[in-house]
């Protein structure tokens, strides 16, 4: 619903706390002044928008009740839906509450849980969809190329978000009614004031990139519009701007050493700008012009290649023109290119987007994920208001004779449904009070804590704020309507007469199956939890595959090499003939990935002469590697000299791998076929969302490697090894194994690497050890293993509470007739027992529901978690829901074996 | 519904919102809700406001008590939106608004008296 609308909404039920009398003559007039307010209010942002709407709200609703106060209740009209007496009731409810800790306690923690998985999620889906700060969302476009026919089957996707340069000039230069800017994403590294270097995530831009993103500069001009500039230019972040230059004033004009080469800063963007990306966090820090790319100022310039896609394209639509002209113009053009270079562009069609947080590419798929966070949000909350309803249920039972009481001395049933709602209202603020703050005061406590500033924070905004108190007031009817109605019409005498309530009420079906659902809920969870935590415990021991006591790797950007003459190959083995002669070093590799390194270079691998296909990971090595990074060769030969560019191409397949595609079969010398990620097209792989696949090759198996488990631990994946030397890569690792200490390789690696690089200090800092790749990959797992035990957790409180709920009402109302059977000789463990009997009875259909889903998404299971499914985990996980249950109905169960049949009987 | 009386200084003392309502009209004068909404704020420069739900309680309130009167606004109001009731301030409204105003200055004499407030200002 639009905002405005929805204040709309918002104060015509405030405006509810009138009189009808009153309503009927002034609320039209009331919210005409309202939203004309608001309109002058939203003129000054959204929040300024939002105070208004709470405080119209709070103020209607306050001079309403002022106004029923001074009008006497119409007679024979319904009586009033808020009167007087509702400031009295929440006292009451306040301090009823106040008295039953334990019940208060429970529900608000239960509430605050429930309320909390919304919120967060609300601000995790604002983040998702809100633009980021700073740009102007109307009239933004994107440009993607669709892919037809063959290029569509091999991207598997609908959009491409990337253009080849020429491509993205002829729709630059044309008349399309935009102003169109590309952009790509990468890194460099700025030397700062102290000499010290940073690698900072920067953006290679138009010049009309600012202008084509709504977005202003705080300071500078920004970037000459002509290309070629005479000095190099670059404009940094606001952040940058405060955190590593102290905010100096003077910055315009400025020259800073980035990449080695000096640039002179033409701007500093404005303050929270970081880029058009919502997910992009903490978002770019420089701009350089996007003629300085490496890929089109590097050796192999992609000026004039249609083959390689990698500028980004945005627009504006110009004033007066609209999206379907220029997705028009922008088809043609395309059309024409790809008559005209049939060989690059006959599969390539174009069209304009509107813009999207994530990325137009990405709406469906973002908007999608946001409905199930939300979906999944709500579920929990509702899960949690039947079981707070449950609760509610039996204080009501409990106090059915004070109710009673209320009704005998005149009060009207909409009287009690106000008292009995009053506290629902008191307790989902105190658990919406609880949750926000939980929610939202995390990241500053964190931020505290660790004595950092947290950019994640979620933002907290009108939006959020009004969602939030709109889900704080869905969860009080929906907790508190149904016990409130049920009870607002005790039967007077029964309850009068008799010190007991013994009404003999069944506990309502819905409440039995939501808690059945819990308890159901909870099992997938607990089996995934305890796969994890038997992972964890494997860990330990595990074989890692590799050897990570001794490695040291370096990872370098080759096109950020800044002696310009230098071709990569030649910086290659310059560094690693300078690290062999290092002391202390046995052998020295380059390779485009590591063990564990989190990285996804994946490929579908194929046998000659089979149709299954296998996913598998691949890493691009140089001779030596298997000996530097300590993998074990079992059969054949590792990748050699011999293996150049243009020979037979080759690949060494680990014992997973093998066993897959060859079951028992010799895999030496076998034929396999895969396209490895086109190192050209896709560019960084991190920022081209569809990463292209190359062109497919055969492969001839040479050796086989012992097994590599990968980056999360799990059991070995298929790992696949190809020659650098055939299949080049712009960054890659190089890979020493040494004797020395960290600090002595730091040097090392330093001193080889200093005649490309300028700055030293980041070799340094970048320099990666086996054990602390080791150290992350655990890491990762322990993690990995605390939220599914923290989700198992949550599940299985739920359950507790709902157990507790629907145990104790069943109690609450059958005390007269434990009663008898106690009378009759029935004994207390007996009671007792059946009480839990009964809870078990509950959770047991839903605990063999759980079983079920667990054993139907075993496979999911085991491959989120990286582990293997055992019958032990899935008899521990029912066993705990059980128990869980048995556990959460004791206090209930103690309450009904103690029951004095002489108390219990006494009316009758 | 409170019979209207007229004897200004049985209003006395006026509700912050209803003193405040009385001094936005001219005299003679009608004003739609929302102009009065202006008018409060315009009086103090936009330091105090008046929102629509305490306003609206006090035009009911002084209505009854005839300190204010209203009609019905013509059909095609000039500034658009739903058709509006005027509302102007009574003979009575401006004697219990100078009531209130005299018995706020006795209050502000006192004040300055004791220094409280910088004197000679009257």
Known sequence: MNPRRAAA????????????????????????????????????????????????????????????????????????????????????????????????????????????????????????????????????????????????????????????????????????????????????????????????????????????????????????????????QVIVSHRLWRTRFASTPDIIGSALVVNGVPHVVVGVTAEGFRGHLALHRPGFQIWLPLAEDPRLAGRDSHRFDRDADWVRVLGRLLPGRSLVEANAVVSSIMAATGRQHAASNRLKTASVEPYFPTGARRRFDTIGEATTLVAGAGIVLLVVCLNLSGMVLVRSAIRERELALRLAIGANRARLIQYLLSEAVVLAIAGGALAAAVAFGTPAVLSWWFQTPVEEAPRVDGTVLAACAAVCFATTFIFGLMPAIRFSRPAVMSALKDEVSGGGRRVGRIHRVTVALQAGIAVPFLVMGGVQLDQARKMATIEPGFEPAELFALPLDLAAVTRRDADPAFVLRSIQSQLERATGVSSVAVANGLPLDFEARHARVVRDGSAESIRAHTTRVSPGFFDAAGIRLLRGRAIGAEDRAGSEPVAVISQALATRLFAEGEPLGKRLTFALESSLGGGDFRWSHVSMPGQEQTFTVIGVTGDLVDAYMGPPAPQLFVPLAQHPSPRVFVIARSSSTRDAMGAAFERAAADFYADADVIRSGLVTGESLLRRSRGELVFGSALGGVAGGVALLLEALGIFGVVAFMVATRTREIGIRIALGASRPRVLGGVLLDAVKVAVPGATGGLLLAFAAAGEIAWASQGAVTPLLYSAAVGTALAVAIVAAFPAARRAASVEPIVAMRSE | MRRPAKDPAAFLPLKQSTYRVLLAFADGEWLHGYAIMQAVSGMSGGRETILPGTLYAALARMADDGVVESREGPDDDPSGGPRRRYYRRTALGRAVARAESERLRALVDIAVAQRILPGGRK
């Open chain 1, 9 to 232: 909404r918002l104060y015509l039920l405030a405006l509810y706390a009138f009189p009808r009398e009153h309503r009927a003559r002034y609320s039209a007039e009331m919210l005409d002044a309202f939203e004309r307010t608001h309109g002058t209010h939203r003129a000054a942002g959204a929040w300024s928008a939002s105070r208004f709407v709470v405080a119209a709200c709070i103020d209607a609703v306050r001079a309403g009740a002022g106004e029923r106060r001074r009008r006497p209740p119409y007679a024979g009209g319904r009586g009033p839906l808020f009167s007087g007496s509702i400031g009295r009731d929440f006292a009451h409810a306040a301090r009823s509450l106040a008295r039953a800790r334990a019940f208060t306690f429970v529900c608000v923690t239960s509430l605050g849980i429930g309320m909390g998985a919304v919120f967060t999620l609300l601000a995790v889906v604002r983040v998702l969809i809100g633009s980021p700060p700073g740009i102007a969302p109307n009239n933004l476009v994107e440009l993607l190329v669709i892919p037809q026919e063959e290029l569509k089957a091999r991207v598997g996707d609908w959009a491409i978000d990337t253009w080849s340069y020429p491509d993205f000039l002829n729709v630059r230069d044309a008349d399309t009614g935009m102003t169109v800017a590309g952009w790509t994403a990468g890194q460099s590294i700025l030397r700062l004031p102290d000499g010290a270097g940073v690698r900072l995530d920067t953006m290679y831009a138009s010049p009309t990139y600012f202008t084509v993103a709504g977005a202003s500069l705080a300071q500078g001009r920004g970037f000459d519009s002509n290309d070629s500039a005479a000095e190099p």
